[in-house]
């Protein structure tokens, strides 16, 4: 099984920063892509920004230049740095990491329980 979890989160004020960190672990051959997506409250998950295993980041139109993703291969980790926050970007924030899990035998996508960012005043 390959576990994927998320920390960091929490309430800020708008034009605050704030960085969540996601880890995953246990039965994999190899880590391929991790990213952020977002889902807010009636609204569809949606993508934030994405990083490959060699370093190339991806990102929505709505945080570019706000938001930088980076990740920590050694450690199987990827970050997010979120900057100018705005209200807007309140949503529960959830990790995805695909891997080449050793019992399917397959790359998959896994994804964590999600942690809550709220940019309010």
């Known amino acids: 099984q390959v576990q994927v979890v998320e920390s960091g989160g929490g309430l800020v004020q708008p034009g605050g920063s704030l960085s969540v960190s996601c880890s995953a672990s246990?039965?994999?051959?190899?880590?391929?892509?991790m990213g952020w997506y977002r889902q807010a409250p009636g609204k569809q998950r949606e993508l934030v920004a994405t990083?490959?295993?060699?370093?190339?980041?991806n990102y929505a139109e709505s945080v570019k230049g706000r938001f930088t993703i980076s990740r920590d291969n050694a450690k199987n980790t990827v970050y997010l740095q979120m900057h100018s926050l705005k209200p807007e970007d309140t949503a529960v924030y959830f990790c995805c990491a695909t891997a080449f899990a050793q019992v399917a035998g397959t790359w998959g996508n896994y994804w964590g329980q999600g942690t809550q960012v709220t940019v309010s005043s």
């Open positions: 990083i490959s295993s060699g370093g190339t980041e």
């Open positions: 246990g039965s994999f051959f190899r880590l391929s892509d």
